[in-house]
């Protein structure tokens, strides 16, 4: 592995093969628990069952993206062209945003690459001639196979993009407002934070008190998904979004709006991050498929009640006052009503982190995977 340019000292890239395989097979592992964690915050009435199946599918779609990016570069430092992943050491543990927006690139041309490429079984059956007729390790086909596959995921399509649009899922209707309905919706999105170099997961309970239904409408619709994906950044507080929104469209009314961050992901082998986990890692001494941690943090906004403030001479709209609970401490602190705190370990790193016990994990949330796959919860 090799360092970057010294201006982005934080990022690294991955200049050898079986480095970059390990790497993703990690996150392969890693992604297939995360189900299980969703359901267990379910279980607990913490998300609810429409929140686990939109969460699920964006988890999907997150595993979906590291294979294609493992086809991407299954032959770094072994073919020329192949090309290097650049990740972030130091914050996250994540592919950089910019091997994100490169992919997002490259789906758009997938087609067009795939059209004049030989076929999968072409390349395989010029590899094997290679290999017996030449007696040769056929780099060049295998680049070009690992080529193929990554341009073929791409073509699938439902993998982790840099932005992930707003959509609807129509949750029921709770009585009328004036004339008009007072439905409910879940509304959800999704972004590859381009500061902290992490996947971002959005979920917000809304109240659509319009004349024409949210997402059949062409005019509010459009500016509601614009409007949500320019505020979601990490840098701005849940109440800052909310309370923009909710003032800024007067018959949308967020109840609800949770933000989960999926990392960052730590790992002796490939993180430099400081802190406890650290040395949790270090002397764990896990094999490789276990030494790793992943970050898991759930942040969370609730309207704690209604005004009613006028809007012009005759008409009058409702602003949502969000609940800052002032003894939650950290929570009323960054903007939201609760905070939830979570990390998901293998069984012997958590073991070692039972051990130390040190103050800044006292709180937070454990998911312990066991040997045999199975996510177990600790406080």
């Given at each position: ?22 790497y993703?097979a990690?996150?392969d ?8 964690v ?26 979906y993206?590291f ?26 543990g ?32 010029a ?8 007696l ?13 596959l ?8 439902d ?43 959005y ?50 009314h967020?109840k ?28 764990a001494k ?41 003894f ?11 905070l ?7 069984q ?32």
């Amino acid at each position: 592995m090799a360092d970057t340019d010294p201006l982005t000292a934080d990022h690294q890239t991955l200049t050898d093969s079986q480095a970059t395989r390990r790497y993703f097979a990690k996150f392969d592992r890693i992604t297939g628990h995360l189900a299980q964690v969703a359901a267990r915050m379910q279980g607990e009435g913490q998300l609810s069952s429409a929140e686990v199946e939109v969460l699920a599918r964006y988890l999907i779609a997150l595993g979906y993206t590291f294979r294609a990016l493992a086809n991407k570069y299954h032959m770094a430092g072994r073919a020329p062209a192949a090309g290097e992943l650049t990740f972030d050491r130091v914050e996250s543990g994540f592919p950089v945003h910019a091997e994100l927006l490169q992919m997002a690139a490259d789906a758009q041309q997938a087609r067009a690459h795939l059209r004049n490429m030989p076929s999968g079984e072409d390349l395989k059956a010029a590899m094997v001639r290679e290999i017996v007729g030449e007696l040769k390790v056929p780099t060049r086909l295998q680049y070009a196979y690992s080529q193929r596959l990554y341009y073929e995921e791409l073509l699938k399509g439902d993998l982790f993009w840099p932005q992930m649009h707003p959509d609807a899922i129509w949750r029921g209707n709770s009585g009328k407002r004036g004339r008009y309905l007072r439905r409910r919706y879940l509304l959800h999105w999704a972004v590859y934070d381009s500061v902290r170099n992490v996947p971002t997961v959005y979920l917000m309970e809304l109240e659509d008190t319009g004349r024409i239904a949210l997402p059949k409408d062409e005019r509010r619709w459009p500016a509601a998904q614009a409007h949500l994906l320019a505020q979601s950044t990490s840098g701005l507080k849940l109440v800052t979004i909310a309370s923009g929104f909710d003032r800024d469209f007067d018959d949308l009314h967020p109840k609800r709006l949770k933000r989960i961050h999926l990392g960052p992901m730590y790992s002796h082998a490939f993180t430099s991050q400081l802190g406890p986990l650290r040395a949790v890692l270090e002397e764990a001494k896990s094999p490789p498929g276990e030494d790793w941690a992943l970050a898991w943090t759930m942040e969370e906004l609730e309207s704690e009640r209604v005004e009613i403030e006028k809007s012009g001479w005759f008409s009058s709209v409702e602003r949502e006052v969000f609940a800052l609970d002032p003894f939650a401490g950290q929570a009323a602190d960054s903007g939201v009503t609760r905070l939830e705190r979570a990390i998901i370990l293998p069984q012997r790193p958590y073991q070692v982190l039972a051990e130390k016990n040190p103050p800044g994990f006292r709180d937070v949330r454990k998911f312990v995977v066991s040997p045999g796959g199975r996510v177990l919860s600790y406080r």
